[in-house]
Nanobody, 124 residues
C-alpha cells in the first residue's frame, strides 16, 4: 500500500522560500510519476509540478515556472518541492501524489495515491 507523507508547510511572508517534502513508502517507485498539486479554499485542486521517478522528465505549471523546483532523492524515497519568491496567491494546501507510469501529469485524475496535504500560507 502506497503511503505519501508531506511536510514542510508553514506561514511565511511574500518573497520567502519553503521546501516541501513528500516521503513515499509501500512499494518501489520505478516507472512512477510523482506530482505536486495544490488546493486553495473554494478552488479546484490544481497541478503544480511533476517528475518521473527516473528524474528524466519534469513538468511545471506556468504559474510556478521559474520559482518552484521539483526534485527527488531515490535513496530516501522522497520528492521535494523547493518554492522560492512565494506570493499570496501560492497560499493553499499542497498535496503529493503518485501515478503508475507515464501519465497526463497535469490531470489530478491520473494519480491513484495522495498524501494528506500540508498547508502553505503566504502573507502579504
Amino acid at each position: 500500500q502506497v503511503q505519501l507523507v508531506e511536510s514542510g508547510g508553514g506561514l511565511v511572508q511574500t518573497g520567502s522560500s519553503l521546501r516541501l517534502s513528500c516521503a513515499a513508502s509501500g512499494r518501489t517507485f520505478d516507472g512512477y510519476t510523482m506530482g505536486w498539486f495544490r488546493q486553495a479554499p473554494g478552488k479546484e485542486r490544481e497541478f503544480v509540478a511533476a517528475i518521473t521517478w527516473s528524474g528524466g522528465t519534469i513538468y511545471y505549471a506556468d504559474a510556478v515556472k521559474g520559482r518552484f523546483t521539483i526534485s527527488r532523492d531515490t535513496a530516501k524515497n522522497t520528492v521535494y518541492l523547493q518554492m522560492n519568491s512565494l506570493k499570496p496567491e501560492d497560499t493553499a494546501v499542497y498535496y503529493c501524489a503518485a501515478a503508475a507510469g507515464r501519465v497526463l501529469v497535469r490531470s489530478r485524475y491520473q494519480y491513484n495515491d495522495w498524501g494528506q496535504g500540508t498547508q502553505v500560507t503566504v502573507s502579504s
